[in-house]
């Protein structure tokens, strides 16, 4: 008895889409964008970082399924940067849907903001930050080495 097996080939192509997290960078105080302000954005162990450009805009382009959160470091491991953002991690279907703005934190480096909320994008996350003089980083440092 002959058996007869007819293997198919499949010529199947897999393209990954590519998916877009915009980080939007604004002062605090004054609401304008903050240009050239290191963001980190985690996906899954690995951290990204990128930089804002003159619209204070940090954009990601991620070929990797994203994360259920997305988590964003405003400070990118400078002393001298602060985040005034209350909140650091974001559902991704939400910010892809329709966007986010992070509510200010409340805390004496960040009082009396005066920016107006913006409109937001889908796929963006606003958040909130401010440069801290010599002396401000100065006690920052010394507060993380004894409080920690």
């Known amino acids: 008895m002959i058996l007869l097996f ?3 080939t499949c010529a199947c192509s897999f393209s990954q889409s590519v998916s877009e997290v915009k980080v939007r960078v604004l002062d605090y105080r004054t609401g304008h964008p903050k240009k050239g302000w290191r963001v980190g954005l985690l996906l899954g162990e ?5 930089r804002t450009g003159k619209d204070g805009i940090a954009l990601f382009r991620v070929q990797t ?3 259920k959160t997305l988590s964003i470091d405003a400070e990118a491991g400078s002393w ?3 985040s005034c953002t209350n909140q650091q991690s974001f559902d991704t279907s939400e910010v892809l849907q329709g966007g ?3 509510p200010l934190l409340s805390h004496p480096l960040c009082r009396q903001p005066t920016a107006s909320i913006p409109t937001i ?3 963006e996350v606003v958040i909130y930050v401010r440069h801290l ?3 401000l980083t100065f006690r920052r440092v010394l507060w993380e080495t004894l409080y920690g």
């Open 46 to 50: 690995d951290w990204q970082s990128g």
């Open 6 to 8: 007819a293997v198919g």
């Open 121 to 123: 994008q889908a796929g």
């Open 65 to 67: 399924i994203l994360p």
């Open 80 to 82: 001298s940067e602060w």
């Open 100 to 102: 986010m703005v992070a």
């Open 133 to 135: 003089n010599p002396w």
